[in-house]
């Protein structure tokens, strides 16, 4: 993924319910993708019309 090319997140109705259900909100989850380290990978399960990724590193507040 280039970064540099990514304009910013795309947050619908379906997302936000799933972060706010693991007391996570949009912010914090964005906060991932800035921070080291940061391990992505392709998410083919939930790709069927637009491509995906799954994301695992920290937030500022290392808490995730």
Known sequence: MDFEL???FDWDAGNLGK???HGVDNREAEEV???????LTPDDIHS?????????????????
């Open 6 to 8: 990514v304009s910013g």
């Open 48 to 64: 069927d019309s637009e491509v995906r990724w799954r994301a695992l590193g920290r937030t500022d507040v290392a808490a995730h």
């Open 19 to 21: 972060n706010a259900k």
């Open 33 to 39: 993708f800035f921070n080291q380290p940061l391990l």
